[in-house]
């Protein structure tokens, strides 16, 4: 089946230490999220790619870094994470802009 | 700014019985469409229904419909017949109809939905 897959889901991070989070797909859609959604609070989205093209939102710290080096992946770096970085984050893909957007299972961060 | 309010944190209701969740938003647009999303624990998020803004008749996918009342901006979600695997964090998102690069979904703070047996 179609798909978007994440991994790990879950993730134990150092205070600091950088991490990476995969996100794939096999629906071969055109935009791929991703969104942070802390304990109890609504899934926030942090950034997006059309195809090669990144959009970031105003508000995600630079802390937050994402890559996408073909159709079917998409990495969301983050740098330096801090305690407040612990979170579910989740990947999701759309066919295009104004598309369904297909959500992945989520990646939980722990940072220690 | 487009918000999403969900002023339900939990709910819970008998197998077999129905119950509504309430979502109310704020935009500026005509415009939009308007989501309902279900996240069961330790599994993705699935669209459970969706609502255009610009259709009257109110949208429904066998147990779920909605009550979607433009004037009064509000969109509550409505389960019949519950069944125990409808347990599951639902949220309430909005989105612009034709936003391009601005386009994204606004989500609510969700309500946890609780089935007893």
């Known amino acids: 089946d179609a798909m978007v897959i994440q991994n790990p889901r879950y993730q134990v991070t150092q205070f600091g230490k950088p991490v990476t989070l995969s996100c794939s797909q096999t629906l071969n859609h055109n935009v791929m999220y991703w969104y942070q959604q802390k304990s109890s609070q609504a899934p926030k989205l942090l950034f997006h790619?059309?195809?090669?093209?990144?959009?970031n939102e105003a508000d995600t710290p630079d802390n937050f870094q994402s890559r996408r080096p073909n159709t079917s992946f998409c990495f969301l770096d983050i740098r330096s994470p801090g305690l407040g970085d612990a979170a579910m984050y989740l990947c999701?893909?759309?066919?295009?802009?104004?598309?369904?957007?297909?959500f992945g299972p989520g990646t939980r961060l722990t940072v220690t | 700014a487009q918000t999403v309010t969900q002023s339900q944190p939990e709910m819970s209701v008998q197998e077999a019985e129905t119950v509504t969740l309430s979502c109310t938003y704020d935009t500026s647009e005509s415009d939009y469409y308007l989501f309902w999303y279900k996240q069961p624990p330790s599994r993705q998020m699935i669209l459970v229904i969706r609502?255009?803004?610009?259709?009257?008749q109110n949208a429904t996918e066998n147990r779920f419909s909605v009550n979607f009342q433009k004037a009064a901006k509000s969109f509550s979600l409505k389960i019949s017949d519950s069944q125990l695997g409808d347990a599951a964090m639902y949220f309430c998102?909005?989105?612009?109809?034709?936003?391009?690069?601005?386009?994204?979904?606004?989500f609510g703070t969700g309500t946890l939905l609780a089935v007893q047996p």
């Open positions: 790619y059309y195809d090669k093209d990144f959009n």
């Open positions: 609502q255009e803004a610009y259709k009257q």
């Open positions: 998102a909005y989105r612009i109809l034709y936003g391009g690069a601005t386009n994204k979904l606004i």
């Open positions: 999701a893909t759309s066919l295009g802009l104004d598309y369904e957007q297909y």
